[in-house]
């Protein structure tokens, strides 16, 4: 019987010839991160274990990206204990304010996170990485304090269900639109605890930049991770980045699926995911035009990259933002700050108004820059609308690919690209 | 392990968002985290859980954020147990990884009414209702996840494999 790619890298970091779907193994790591929120608890877990050292100083992420620039008092000590066990223990990734970028923006633009590695992080939406052909999960940190320790962790090998896409995508129609199209079909829990291969002529035709949105979002469906086999893009992306060896993994082709889902989306429209659930999607063409907003967010580690920031800036070009309305605009890491503004992104932005923070996670977890009061709405380029996730428990989020947030903060509620002129 | 309480309870989707929401992310201490916890899906969740202080929940419990807060801040307010139809993988993890027991039980949970007197042994993995008089069984933990409950948890189950000389 033939293995996934899930399976083979599995296999081969539990030095084993063949895993199957339900065994639970221990798996060697070539990756490991934490951020501001994640990395103090697990330093304080990992004081417990009663180790001298770390497993692998130059194997360790830490990333203060969440509650930075500190936020308030008690968010400058989460830092702080980070900084200081870094400095202690002399990890080698550690990346200070000015320095840092949102995390799973960060480490693949760094060349840290590459194709055929194992790797897990104390955040979830580590499962970013599968975009390059790694195994990448989230988990909490109590597991990132035993792997610090053991370079090691234990899983449950996952099954694997394969997405495959057909077709040729219309003009708009994003990375994001998939994935979200996706979670609409199968549910925040269709694909719980396993694999999602995404596969077809649509994902190879896909640019970096949106493979990583849809990974990013594979936890959105409840999966352990999202995985993408590398070709001559990941290549291509990996080669000038990458600060290790890296293995490239593939499918067999008698591989076992729990479930294979298949998809022309040649017709497929931007879609919305609509309070409160990442599977409450609904297409931009049958929402009603009377959804008035507050807020509009483009950044994260979903849809911060200079890729998206360059679909909005086309949108934005010429255009003021609605007076009703907040934009926020989130360069997820400081080389994308330094290309927008290269390509005079920023000044697009600034010219129509919108608010430029620096590389941070706080507008997409209501931490801050950006806390929506009670009564709100938001369209967001994030990955999450639950109740209370960018702010008041009586606030809205709606999730849409930078397009549609693009347009949406031109024309004060959600709606469509196609709704604005798009000026030379 | 044998719990005794009575059922308090949510529906499916229980998000980490709601059980701590990201403004009270930044303390660790369990006592804070425990005063906000669920908060913002039932303000009476403190007062309830004093009476009501077995979780019976539906799908997908503990989706979304990896934040390990949420099940510390269950277990700080005094919850005994969390029974589930689901739980989100990385939720599952953390509850074992911190000594908060679960169990998923996904025939059961319609079953049983908020206030129900419930029974939980987590050795046989029998749950009876004792007011319906219903009792359900599940299957038992694989031997390593049972081995880390048993320890109360990953971090006690690595230092036991330091003391016995072994590489962890």
Redesign the interface.
Known sequence: MGMTITEKILAAHANKKEVFPGELIFVKLDFILANDITGPLAIKEFEKIGVDKVFDNERIALIPDHSTPNKDIKSALQSKILRDFAKKYNIKFYYEVGRVGIEHALLPEEGLTLPGDCIIGADSHTCTYGALGAFSTGVGSTDLAYAMATGEIWLKVPESLKFVYYGKLSQWVTGKDIILFTIGEIGVDGARYKAMEFSGEVIKNLPMADRLTICNMAIEAGAKNGIIEPDDITINYVKERAKREYKLYYSDKDANYKEIYEWDVSRLEPVIAFPHLPSNVKKISEISKDIYIDQVYIGSCTNGRIEDLRLAAKILKGHKVHPDVRLIITPATPKTYMQALKEGLIEIFLEAGASITPPSCGPCLGGHLGVLAEGEKAVATTNRNFVGRMGHPKSEVYLANPAVAAASAILGRIGAPWEVEVKK | MIFRGRALKYGD?I?T??II???Y????DPKELAEHCME??DADFREKVKEKDILVVG??FG???????A?IAIKASGVKCIVAK?F???FY??AI??GLPILELPDAIDEINEGDEIEVDFESGIVKNITSGKSYKTFPY?P??QEIINKG???EF??EK?RKGG??
Do not use: F, M, Q, Y
């Open positions: 989707n998000d968002d709601v929401p990201a403004r992310l930044n303390t660790t913002d899906l799908d997908n989706c979304g954020s990896s934040r390990e807060h099940p689901s989100a993988r990385i993890r953390n990884n911190i694989p390593l996840i948890g990953l971090i690595a230092k330091l590489n962890l």
